[in-house]
């Protein structure tokens, strides 16, 4: 009788797990009926500075660092979460060292526990310097983003450690054609996977949480973002649809990252922290139109938005920046390029709503499931090693 072996574990090296819905926690989340994954929480890619942010991210990695781990990430079924300890630099060729020599150690103390050797796999850059010096069968750069061209991060740094990445690592996987590029550049050939969607996660329609309440005091209708508050924002965008609205609020939901302060000149314009991702389909549910108020930089160029699909997938009107990510969906939303146009945009479907074509043509949401999506990181970043272990037994 044909038998299938045990499939190797994950080595994830990613944002910590839990902290905010990353694009490689939805794919690993689906293999973990599949998979025993050791999910590293790092200490990040953001330049250290002396500010509130600093100091807070600080504080968490402590807490990380000298307390039991988190009990919901632990009783996860096969999800093993580790905070290795790390010096929040690399800059320099003593702290790449350092760091080294911190996560060398440690991962490979808790890895003595494992039968088979796992397979690693990465979306930061910043480990670079660890392929080839853990017992791992191969190594995947899960490419999400350029950070090479990130506001507030060691950009030269982490542009150089990516080189180097991209060199040595046995399988890379890009999330979008710009990306994919860029790799291609680099000498190496990758496949291109979209982010996914859990389209019923995002109907879902549970009474309000209290971080909505400040929505109440809010003049309406609402013009809502939700995600990362940083120079990537087009302040013109914004302001410009301040300037036109005759009555409304913009709503901008999330951490602030060094955003440009002329973002909230217009009282029209409002701040609300980040909430919860388990909150935020109510939050959807008062908008009355979302948006993307992305610049057009190389970093948004470079950029797979994932709140696009999630901004489709709640069957609210969605206005976006014209980038390459979101043109495939053109037709599911309005693009523009322009202060003027953006605004024409969303003061339209303020006054019209979502048109029946849009929401015809956001049926294809379907089949964009995360399940879906796994299938296809499974299959081309694991797929040796899957076929090593399907070992037929007499």
Same mark, same amino acid.
Not at 91 to 113: D, H, I, T, V, Y
Not at 202 to 229: H, M
Not at 302 to 320: C, D, F, N, R, S
């Given at each position: 009788?044909?038998?299938?072996?045990?499939?190797?574990?994950?080595?994830?090296?990613?944002?910590?797990?839990?902290?905010?819905?990353?694009?490689?926690?939805?794919?690993?989340?689906?293999?973990?009926?599949?998979? =025993?994954?050791? +999910?590293?929480?790092?200490?990040?890619?953001?330049?250290?500075?002396?500010?509130? #942010?600093?100091?807070?991210?600080?504080?968490?990695?402590?807490?990380?660092?000298?307390?039991?781990?988190?009990?919901?990430? =632990?009783?996860?079924?096969?999800?093993?979460?580790?905070?290795?300890?790390?010096?929040? +630099?690399?800059?320099?060729?003593?702290?790449? +060292?350092?760091?080294? =020599?911190?996560?060398?150690?440690?991962?490979?103390?808790?890895?003595?526990?494992?039968?088979?050797?796992?397979?690693?796999?990465?979306?930061?850059?910043?480990?670079?310097?660890?392929?080839?010096?853990?017992?791992? $069968?191969?190594?995947?750069?899960?490419?999400?983003?350029?950070?090479?061209?990130?506001?507030?991060?060691?950009?030269?740094?982490?542009?150089?450690?990516?080189?180097?990445?991209?060199?040595?690592?046995?399988?890379?996987?890009?999330?979008?054609?710009?990306?994919?590029?860029?790799?291609?550049?680099?000498?190496?050939?990758?496949?291109?996977?979209?982010?996914?969607?859990?389209?019923?996660?995002?109907?879902?329609?549970?009474?309000?949480?209290?971080?909505?309440?400040?929505?109440?005091?809010?003049?309406?209708?609402?013009?809502?973002?939700?995600?990362?508050?940083?120079?990537?924002?087009?302040?013109?965008?914004?302001?410009?649809?301040?300037?036109?609205?005759?009555?409304?609020?913009?709503?901008?939901?999330?951490?602030?990252?060094?955003?440009?302060?002329?973002?909230?000149?217009?009282?029209?314009?409002?701040?609300?922290?980040?909430?919860?991702? &388990?909150?935020?389909?109510?939050?959807?549910?008062?908008?009355?139109?979302?948006?993307?108020?992305?610049?057009?930089?190389?970093?948004?160029?470079?950029?797979?938005?994932?709140?696009?699909?999630?901004?489709?997938?709640?069957?609210?009107?969605?206005?976006?920046?014209?980038?390459?990510?979101?043109?495939?969906?053109?037709?599911?939303?309005?693009?523009?390029?322009?202060?003027?146009?953006?605004?024409?945009?969303?003061?339209?479907?303020? #006054?019209?709503?979502?048109?029946?074509? &849009?929401?015809? #043509?956001?049926?294809?949401?379907?089949?964009?499931?995360?399940?879906?999506?796994?299938?296809?990181?499974?299959? +081309?970043? $694991?797929?040796?090693?899957?076929?090593?272990?399907?070992?037929?037994?007499?």
């Amino acid at each position: 009788m044909a038998e299938i072996s045990p499939l190797p574990p994950l080595l994830v090296f990613a944002d910590d797990w839990g902290r905010h819905p990353s694009s490689c926690q939805h794919l690993i989340g689906e293999l973990l009926d599949r998979h =025993q994954v050791y +999910w590293i929480n790092t200490i990040g890619m953001r330049t250290p500075r002396l500010d509130l #942010a600093t100091l807070r991210r600080g504080a968490e990695k402590l807490r990380h660092w000298f307390r039991r781990p988190r009990a919901e990430a =632990q009783a996860v079924p096969n999800l093993r979460v580790l905070n290795p300890r790390m010096w929040p +630099w690399f800059g320099s060729r003593f702290a790449r +060292w350092l760091n080294r =020599q911190l996560l060398s150690r440690q991962l490979k103390a808790s890895l003595k526990s494992l039968v088979d050797a796992p397979i690693a796999v990465t979306t930061l850059p910043i480990v670079a310097d660890l392929v080839g010096r853990l017992p791992v $069968l191969r190594w995947v750069y899960y490419c999400v983003d350029d950070f090479g061209l990130w506001p507030g991060l060691d950009q030269q740094t982490l542009r150089q450690m990516e080189e180097s990445l991209v060199r040595k690592a046995d399988e890379v996987i890009a999330v979008s054609e710009t990306l994919r590029d860029k790799l291609a550049q680099m000498g190496r050939e990758a496949p291109v996977l979209t982010h996914g969607v859990d389209l019923d996660f995002w109907s879902g329609s549970e009474n309000d949480p209290p971080e909505l309440q400040p929505l109440g005091a809010l003049e309406g209708p609402l013009v809502v973002f939700w995600g990362v508050i940083d120079r990537r924002m087009d302040v013109a965008l914004v302001k410009q649809l301040a300037a036109d609205l005759v009555r409304g609020t913009i709503v901008l939901v999330g951490p602030e990252a060094d955003p440009d302060p002329a973002l909230y000149e217009s009282p029209r314009v409002v701040h609300l922290p980040a909430m919860p991702f &388990q909150h935020l389909p109510q939050l959807a549910r008062h908008a009355d139109v979302l948006i993307m108020p992305y610049a057009d930089l190389p970093v948004t160029r470079a950029i797979q938005p994932l709140k696009l699909k999630e901004y489709l997938a709640t069957g609210k009107p969605t206005v976006v920046r014209d980038l390459p990510a979101v043109r495939p969906w053109f037709d599911c939303l309005d693009l523009a390029q322009t202060p003027e146009e953006f605004s024409q945009a969303v003061r339209l479907r303020l #006054a019209d709503g979502l048109p029946p074509a &849009q929401k015809e #043509a956001r049926r294809r949401l379907s089949e964009e499931s995360w399940a879906a999506k796994a299938r296809d990181f499974e299959r +081309w970043a $694991l797929a040796p090693e899957l076929n090593r272990h399907a070992v037929i037994c007499s």
